[in-house]
């Protein structure tokens, strides 16, 4: 997927809530900007004035946007069982996903991802990070409170030695 693709997703998935930290983010980056000014006569406050607030401008939306996706479409998923099917290069999966929000899901992104297994400590945290086989499906209108089990076939898939399967969900 290009750059520009996943921009413009980025952008389309945003929420009323999403607006509301970046625009508050970029109003107290300019409070502090312009409280340096008035204060310049102070040097040391007001660089740190001036420090503080691109700090805020950096790490705010960055935080607060995993800070308050976190919060609100807070979910878990649950591998329920895998079976690697002989008679084709596939493994299905079943699982389940939990919506713990305090809203309603619209839609649910659940990906199942394939990573190899290593004895080896570096890679054993670097293989999660780049599976080499990924699954996606969508599950729409996930009420609060509820358990939605489903089904992801991961194909082709002929990958013979050790490996694991993480499943994770992206709910709006």
Do not use: W
């Not at 406050?45 to 503080?52: D, E």
């Not at 591998?79 to 929000?101: D, M």
């Amino acid at each position: 997927m290009a750059i520009k693709e996943k921009i413009t997703a980025f952008i389309n998935e945003l929420v009323i809530y999403d607006y509301i930290l970046f625009g508050s983010v970029f109003a107290l980056f300019l409070l502090f900007i312009i409280l340096a000014i008035v204060l310049r006569k102070k040097v040391s406050l007001s660089i740190f004035l001036i420090l503080l607030s691109f700090f805020i401008l950096i790490l705010g939306p960055t935080l607060g946007y995993l800070k308050m996706h976190e919060y609100l479409f807070k979910n878990s998923t649950q591998l329920i069982s895998q079976k690697r099917l002989s008679f084709t290069p596939a493994v299905v999966l079943k699982g389940s996903v939990t919506n713990e929000s305090k809203v309603n899901f619209a839609s649910c992104k659940i990906t199942a991802s394939a990573y190899k297994v290593s004895q080896n400590v570096i890679k054993k945290y670097i293989y999660p990070l780049k599976p080499f086989k990924k699954m996606s499906i969508l599950e729409d209108n996930i009420l609060k409170g509820e358990i939605r089990e489903f089904k992801i076939i991961i194909e082709p898939f002929s990958y013979s030695k050790d490996y694991n399967i993480s499943i994770k969900a992206s709910c709006r």
